[in-house]
């Protein structure tokens, strides 16, 4: 869980600023692809008059899929922000992507914000992107609400949902309505607290609001004593009166599930059809009633840059700026950095300082987004999240601060990428526009990197699947306007050694004047380690001088990051430096770089075991092509874990090299008649067997 959202409150804050920052949400909004997240995003701003008409995702023409890319394939692509209200609260809104390719969209969004309504589909349930993000937001203990999504669809079935919350993602879903009508029959959900039925008419978006239906009566009373069993030990008056059998008001209950959602304890679950219209004013009121303002956030934690002392700062606009940048687009006038603001006032013109870099930034324009529209704004005080103009050497992750009271925040970690391309542009007097571009969009996207191959001199580019790397050449060829050739798909390999082995390496130079001189024992063995290398120094004594060990780890991560003959990363050993020698007048930090490559080379010669990534998938297919899916997939050395059977449509669940899976999409359609999908994510890094190594090795991939 990110350092962020521990320890207690420390300051007090004015009445005024409390009273705003209690009115205050910030949320995202985040599910599988599919399940209707945009959909829910663009009913909320029609519904708080955001907007006077609902743009329809499958129109192309949705509010917060303002990409080109994004109309034109009907998914989020990229996370957008907007601002609404309701009820005398302001809400901070991001929209995330639903595809595994992008999930860092979502990773940077949870970041910075204080709750989150996970949307389900109500037939699929939990699917596998549902698991992704709802593990994101664990890691940064953010409180949720659940929203069960196309309950009118065939098959929408809540209580399977409700299932699948619990077996899939292991929390305590605790219902908070009752669907009236079921399917295409759908008209309308009970509120199990207030006792009170929202229906709709067909086609209508106006809502009536009534008692129950009479023969749903028995049916209620039972939902509502489950929710209330549920909660009552999250408020001491309500369980009193639980447990004396006495009627608890609306608010008693109300205040259990809000406590319950704050400490991650349950989550309140409710239902609808987004694209009819259907609960969203109930989800809006939810998030009103059951997710975090700023104010029920702990205090923000971070460090000193020159101490290292652990720091807090209030969540108010009383104390010392702290803002944690957490996107950042490209534009031709000048990168747009979003921010969001944990304390004090951001103003337009401030200089602000990066302790990364430990250099003053200036605040030039400062805005409230909506979409891809801009809102100027003077200022921003603590809890906004805004996004500035003028930042030169800010980047995600970074922390802006106040000069005289810095503090240096969590960043954020991204995943290795899994895939690579080559690229080049069809006219060389395109390549300096195609670099520009590839600069731009590395600078919006951390999962995103180039790099030179040194032998051939061709441009790789490098992401998270083929999707990922698909909308970015796209978007340099439509946005940049740089046509460009691309290669084959290649795995993102890597390597590790098979056994321990003590090396030494001499690299001794006499040339008449002044020489080089190091020697150096090392022992090495493979390990799951964090950093390529895991070095230390065990010598007891002065056989390699202090100021030269640095050098010989240096040594050793250069060439572990070179990749010897195939020129695939090495990681996970371990190393220590045992003994060695040094020459008064030769030895240098050159020297004993040079000796530790030499040790590298000596360690890897053919003891080398090729590692390849491999993805966790999910299948889905009709029942009568399960049999077609399952051969293809055992062909690509899938090893399955899993099979579910829900509405006649397999579920087939496992892990998969994804050297084995480039086009995968066109042989599913084709094995099932165009009615089969799948999802895949990174999972591990694991050895290639010996006969498909030595075919990589032929080949020189």
């Given at each position: 869980?990110?350092s962020?959202?521990?320890?207690?409150?420390?300051?007090?804050?004015?009445?005024?600023?409390?009273?705003?920052?209690?009115?205050?949400?910030?949320?995202?909004?985040?599910a599988?692809?599919?399940?209707?997240?945009?959909?829910?995003?663009e009913?909320i701003?029609?519904?708080?008059?955001r907007?006077?008409?609902?743009?329809?995702?499958?129109?192309?023409?949705?509010?917060?899929?303002y990409?080109?890319?994004?109309r034109?394939?009907?998914?989020?692509?990229?996370?957008?922000?907007?601002?609404?209200?309701?009820?005398?609260h302001?809400?901070?809104?991001i929209?995330?992507?639903?595809?595994v390719d992008?999930?860092m969209?979502?990773e940077r969004?949870l970041r910075?914000?204080?709750?989150?309504?996970?949307v389900f589909?109500?037939?699929?349930?939990?699917?596998?992107?549902?698991?992704?993000?709802?593990?994101?937001?664990d890691r940064?203990?953010?409180?949720?609400?659940?929203f069960v999504?196309?309950?009118?669809r065939?098959?929408?079935?809540?209580?399977?949902?409700?299932?699948?919350l619990?077996s899939?993602?292991g929390?305590?879903?605790v219902?908070?309505?009752?669907?009236?009508?079921?399917?295409?029959?759908?008209?309308?959900?009970?509120?199990?607290i207030?006792r009170?039925?929202?229906?709709?008419?067909?086609?209508?978006?106006?809502v009536?609001?009534?008692?129950?239906?009479?023969?749903?009566?028995?049916?209620?009373?039972?939902?509502?004593?489950?929710l209330?069993?549920?909660?009552?030990?999250?408020?001491?008056?309500?369980?009193?009166?639980?447990?004396?059998g006495?009627?608890?008001?609306?608010?008693?209950?109300?205040?259990?599930?809000?406590?319950?959602?704050?400490?991650?304890?349950i989550?309140?679950?409710?239902?609808?059809?987004?694209?009819?219209?259907?609960?969203?004013?109930?989800?809006?009121?939810?998030?009103?009633?059951?997710?975090?303002?700023?104010?029920?956030m702990?205090?923000?934690?971070?460090?000193?840059?020159?101490?290292g002392?652990?720091l807090?700062?209030?969540?108010?606009?009383?104390?010392p700026?702290?803002?944690?940048?957490?996107?950042?687009?490209?534009?031709?006038?000048?990168?747009?950095?979003?921010?969001?603001?944990?304390?004090?006032?951001?103003?337009?013109?401030?200089?602000?300082?990066?302790?990364?870099?430990?250099?003053?930034e200036?605040?030039?324009?400062?805005?409230?987004?909506h979409?891809?529209?801009?809102?100027?704004?003077?200022?921003?005080?603590?809890g906004?999240?805004?996004a500035?103009?003028?930042?030169?050497q800010?980047?995600?992750g970074?922390?802006?601060?106040?000069?005289?009271?810095?503090?240096?925040l969590?960043?954020?970690?991204?995943?290795?990428?899994?895939?690579?391309?080559?690229?080049?542009?069809?006219?060389?007097?395109?390549?300096?526009?195609?670099?520009?571009?590839?600069?731009?969009l590395?600078?919006?996207?951390?999962t995103?990197?180039t790099k030179?191959?040194?032998?051939?001199?061709?441009?790789?580019?490098e992401?998270?699947?083929e999707?990922?790397?698909?909308?970015?050449?796209?978007r340099?060829?439509k946005?940049?306007?740089?046509?460009?050739?691309?290669?084959?798909?290649?795995?993102?390999?890597?390597?590790?050694?098979?056994?321990?082995?003590?090396?030494e390496?001499?690299?001794?130079?006499?040339?008449?004047g002044h020489?080089?001189?190091?020697?150096?024992?090392?022992?090495?063995?493979?390990?799951?380690?964090?950093?390529?290398?895991?070095?230390?120094n065990?010598?007891?004594?002065?056989?390699?001088?202090r100021?030269?060990?640095?050098s010989?780890?240096a040594?050793?991560?250069?060439?572990a990051g070179?990749?010897a003959?195939?020129?695939?990363?090495?990681?996970?050993i371990?190393?220590?430096?045992f003994?060695?020698?040094?020459?008064?007048?030769?030895?240098?930090?050159?020297?004993?770089?040079?000796?530790?490559?030499?040790?590298f080379?000596?360690?890897v010669d053919?003891n080398?075991?090729?590692?390849?990534?491999?993805?966790?998938?999910?299948?889905t297919?009709p029942e009568?092509?399960?049999?077609?899916?399952?051969g293809d997939?055992?062909?690509?050395?899938v090893?399955?874990s899993?099979?579910?059977?829900?509405?006649n449509?397999?579920?087939?669940?496992?892990?998969?090299?994804?050297?084995?899976?480039f086009?995968?999409?066109?042989?599913?359609?084709?094995?099932t008649?165009?009615?089969?999908?799948?999802?895949?994510?990174?999972?591990e890094?694991?050895?290639?067997?010996?006969?498909?190594?030595?075919?990589?090795?032929e080949?020189?991939?």
């Open positions: 869980m990110s962020a959202k521990t320890s207690p409150k420390t300051v007090k804050q004015s009445s005024a600023e409390e009273g705003r920052i209690r009115r205050l949400r910030n949320i995202g909004i985040m599988h692809i599919d399940a209707g997240k945009t959909t829910v995003s009913r701003l029609f519904i708080t008059g907007v006077h008409r609902t743009g329809e995702v499958h129109d192309g023409e949705a509010t917060m899929d990409l080109a890319e994004e034109a394939r009907g998914i989020t692509i990229t996370s957008a922000a907007t601002t609404c209200e309701w009820q005398d302001k809400i901070n809104l929209d995330t992507p639903g595809h992008f999930t969209e979502v969004s910075v914000l204080d709750g989150a309504v996970g589909c109500g037939v699929a349930g939990v699917e596998a992107q549902s698991e992704t993000v709802w593990r994101q937001a940064y203990g953010v409180p949720r609400v659940a999504n196309k309950l009118d065939i098959g929408a079935d809540l209580d399977h949902v409700l299932h699948t619990k899939r993602l929390v305590t879903p219902q908070m309505q009752l669907p009236v009508g079921k399917e295409k029959g759908f008209r309308g959900v009970i509120d199990l207030d009170k039925a929202y229906l709709w008419l067909e086609g209508a978006r106006d009536s609001i009534t008692d129950p239906p009479a023969e749903l009566a028995d049916e209620v009373e039972a939902a509502r004593s489950r209330i069993d549920m909660v009552a030990e999250f408020s001491g008056p309500l369980l009193e009166k639980y447990v004396e006495e009627e608890a008001t609306s608010a008693e209950i109300k205040v259990a599930v809000g406590r319950g959602v704050l400490a991650h304890q989550v309140p679950v409710f239902c609808g059809s987004a694209l009819k219209d259907k609960g969203i004013q109930n989800l809006l009121d939810a998030v009103i009633d059951y997710l975090p303002s700023p104010e029920d702990p205090d923000v934690q971070g460090t000193d840059p020159d101490s002392n652990q807090q700062r209030a969540l108010t606009s009383d104390g700026l702290s803002a944690l940048a957490f996107k950042t687009i490209a534009d031709q006038n000048g990168d747009l950095t979003f921010l969001r603001i944990y304390s004090g006032v951001l103003e337009q013109g401030a200089k602000v300082l990066n302790p990364r870099t430990r250099r003053k200036r605040i030039g324009r400062i805005m409230r987004m979409a891809n529209r801009r809102e100027p704004m003077d200022e921003a005080r603590a906004a999240i805004v500035v103009m003028g930042l030169k800010t980047v995600t970074d922390t802006l601060c106040d000069d005289n009271k810095p503090i240096l969590e960043s954020m970690d991204f995943p290795d990428t899994v895939i690579s391309l080559s690229i080049e542009p069809k006219s060389s007097k395109n390549r300096e526009k195609l670099a520009d571009a590839l600069g731009r590395t600078r919006e996207d951390p995103f990197t030179t191959n040194e032998e051939t001199g061709q441009t790789l580019i992401g998270m699947g999707l990922h790397l698909e909308v970015i050449c796209n340099i060829q946005d940049y306007n740089v046509e460009v050739n691309i290669g084959k798909p290649r795995v993102a390999y890597r390597q590790t050694i098979r056994s321990a082995r003590e090396v390496a001499r690299h001794i130079k006499q040339s008449g020489g080089q001189y190091a020697v150096i024992k090392v022992r090495f063995e493979p390990a799951e380690t964090e950093k390529p290398v895991d070095f230390t065990v010598i007891r004594g002065g056989a390699v001088p100021e030269y060990v640095s010989v780890e040594g050793l991560l250069l060439g070179g990749g003959k195939l020129g695939f990363p090495f990681v996970n371990k190393a220590e430096l003994d060695g020698q040094a020459h008064d007048v030769d030895s240098s930090d050159m020297a004993f770089q040079a000796a530790a490559a030499l040790a080379r000596k360690l053919g080398v075991v090729l590692l390849e990534p491999i993805m966790r998938i999910e299948v297919c009568e092509h399960v049999g077609d899916v399952i997939l055992n062909s690509r050395r090893v399955i899993d099979i579910d059977l829900a509405l449509m397999r579920t087939i669940r496992g892990k998969v090299p994804i050297a084995e899976m086009q995968y999409a066109t042989t599913l359609r084709g094995v008649a165009g009615r089969g999908s799948f999802h895949m994510e990174p999972c890094y694991a050895p290639v067997p010996e006969s498909i190594a030595k075919k990589i090795l080949e020189g991939l």
